[in-house]
């Protein structure tokens, strides 16, 4: 099992910062990739930012150039560096990560932090 604990959600003004955080205990060692995924009221969730375990990144791009995805193997902690943020970022953020395990594949999500980014 992987344990996902996010936080650094909040209320922000357009055009401001927050980081998110996301720790990770349980079975990490096999975890191949985390990320992060949004919801926003009425919409389905989709992927924001991703990390794999050979440091490759793949982000949205509506966050290209805003949004940066980092980790800190030491902390077993997963980043989220939001900068210049939009009402439209206004979401449920989600930590993720995949794990493979006897060929098969797992998935872990976090209960999310709210970030709502007002105008």
């Known amino acids: 099992q992987v344990h996902l604990v996010e936080s650094g959600g909040g209320l922000v003004q357009a055009g401001?910062?927050?980081r998110l955080?996301?720790?990770a205990s349980?079975?990490?060692a096999s975890i191949h990739v985390m990320g992060w995924y949004r919801q926003a009221p009425g919409k389905q969730r989709e992927?924001?930012?991703?990390?794999?375990?050979?440091?490759?990144?793949?982000?949205?791009d509506s966050v290209k150039g805003r949004f940066t995805i980092s980790r800190d193997s030491a902390k077993n902690?997963?980043?989220l560096q939001m900068s210049s943020l939009k009402p439209e970022d206004t979401a449920l953020y989600y930590c993720h990560a995949g794990r493979w395990f006897d060929s098969q594949h797992y998935n872990y999500w976090g209960q999310g932090t709210q970030v709502t980014v007002s105008s």
């Open 16 to 18: 401001g910062s927050l």
């Open 21 to 23: 955080s996301c720790a």
């Open 26 to 28: 349980g079975i990490i």
């Open 47 to 60: 992927v924001v930012a991703e990390l794999t375990s050979g440091g490759r990144t793949n982000y949205a």
């Open 77 to 79: 902690t997963l980043y």
